[in-house]
Structure formats: structure tokens, C-alpha cells
């Protein structure tokens, strides 16, 4: 019913730059909160940022001053870029939207793409 397509990751060494997209699509009506989350090996799936319908925002404090959360209402996108990545940065990254289907009146659904690899070398 809805879908989230991650795109971007990859590899990379210390210091240098990715770009993570992630397209809702579906029977949307509406999209409250839209995240990146991410799970490295062995640990717990964490926040890292998350952007508001109205344009606020939270980050993780580990990523503060290097990631930007940013979205396009008109095509339901979240884009999380990050700079001066660190080998720590390295999980794999999870988009998430808080949905309204059509037809859903006042309900939501909780949606989370498939995820994608980040691998940053020292």
C-alpha cells in the first residue's frame, strides 16, 4: 500500500560525503514525520534525524553539524546529507514516514524502507 525506496549509500573514506534519498509512494493522503535511522553491527537501530511536515527537525547528537535532513513535500522525499563521515557513521540506514493512506481518515501508518548500506573507511 505504501512504499519507501532508499538510494545513495555506499562507500566511502573518512571525511568525504553521501547523499540518501527516500521516495514514498503509494495511497498517500498525507506524511507527518519523515526519519533516518540506522543500525550498525551489533547495536540497536538509532535515530539520526527526522524532519517534521512543517520543516523542523531533530538530529542525534552524534551527527549534529554534519547531516542535513531536508524534504520535498510535492514528491514525498526525504533526503539526509552527511559530511565528514566517520568510520563510526558506518550501518545501515533506514528511512521512516509516519503516513496517512487514503482512506484512512485520522489513522497512520508507520512505513520503513528496505534500507541501505553506508561504509565509511578510516
Known amino acids: 500500500q505504501v512504499q519507501l525506496v532508499e538510494s545513495g549509500g555506499g562507500l566511502v573514506q573518512a571525511g568525504g560525503s553521501l547523499r540518501l534519498s527516500c521516495a514514498a509512494s503509494?495511497?498517500?493522503?498525507?506524511?507527518?514525520?519523515m526519519a533516518w535511522y540506522r543500525q550498525a553491527p551489533g547495536k540497536q537501530r538509532e535515530l539520526v534525524a527526522a524532519?517534521?511536515?512543517?520543516?523542523?527537525?531533530n538530529y542525534a547528537d552524534s551527527v549534529k553539524g554534519r547531516f542535513t535532513v531536508s524534504r520535498d513535500n510535492a514528491k514525498n522525499t526525504v533526503y539526509l546529507q552527511m559530511n565528514s563521515l566517520k568510520p563510526e557513521d558506518t550501518a545501515v540506514y533506514y528511512c521512516?514516514?509516519?503516513?496517512?493512506?487514503?482512506?484512512?481518515?485520522?489513522?497512520?501508518?508507520?512505513?520503513w524502507g528496505q534500507g541501505t548500506l553506508v561504509t565509511v573507511s578510516s
Open positions: 503509494g495511497s498517500i493522503f498525507s506524511i507527518n514525520t
Open positions: 524532519v517534521t511536515s512543517g520543516g523542523s527537525t
Open positions: 521512516n514516514a509516519v503516513v496517512v493512506p487514503t482512506g484512512w481518515g485520522l489513522r497512520t501508518l508507520d512505513a
